[in-house]
Nanobody, 124 residues
Framework: QVQLVESGGGLVQPGDSLRLSCTASRRTVNLYAMGWFSRAPGKEREFVAAISRGGDRIYADSVNGRFTISRDNAKNTVYLQMNSLKPEDTAVYYC??????????????????WGQGTQVTVSA
């Protein structure tokens, strides 16, 4: 079992930046594909970004060019750098892990382990 703990959320103004962190309970981030998803009020959970075991990255169109996913294997942590934040980015952000060797998916069903989420609110 893998436990994931997100942190770094908060209340910011439009145009600001935040960096979310997701730390795993054991050696995970360099062995699994890691993803970030968001759930806005009244909406379904949506894909945001993912990084594969090999370091390939994919992004949702809505965040491409503004968000960057990365990882620090030594700290067993994956990050989501969020720049130029918009009010529509307001959501709970979840970290997820996919243990498949060639995982790098956009579908939530491909991820076996999930964190509890961290709230990001973008408001003037």
């Amino acid at each position: 079992q893998v436990q994931l703990v997100e942190s770094g959320g908060g209340l910011v103004q439009p145009g600001d930046s935040l960096r979310l962190s997701c730390t795993a309970s054991r050696r995970t981030v360099n062995l699994y594909a890691m993803g970030w998803f968001s759930r806005a009020p009244g909406k379904e959970r949506e894909f945001v970004a993912a990084i594969s075991r090999g370091g390939d990255r994919i992004y949702a169109d809505s965040v491409n060019g503004r968000f960057t996913i990365s990882r620090d294997n030594a700290k067993n942590t994956v990050y989501l750098q969020m720049n130029s934040l918009k009010p529509e980015d307001t959501a709970v952000y979840y970290c997820a892990a996919d243990p498949r060797v060639y995982g790098l998916g956009r579908a939530a069903r491909e991820y076996d382990f999930w964190g509890q989420g961290t709230q990001v609110t973008v408001s003037a």
